[in-house]
């Protein structure tokens, strides 16, 4: 239940990571909000 609610709101939050033209940028964005919602992405953007 964790992760189908960390997903749903990485879901939100990936509208506004798709704008980010910087990968780098973009990756460490998204490494944040993993851990502020508790779990690992294992996914490649």
């Given at each position: 239940q964790?992760?189908?609610k960390a997903l749903l709101m990485y879901a939100?939050?990936?509208a506004?990571?798709?704008n980010i033209k910087i990968?780098?940028?973009k990756q460490?964005?998204?490494k944040i909000i993993a851990t502020k919602?508790?779990?690992k992405m294992?996914?490649?953007l």
């Open positions: 964790k992760e189908a939100f939050s990936n506004v990571i798709e990968p780098e940028l460490r964005i998204t919602l508790g779990v294992g996914f490649d």
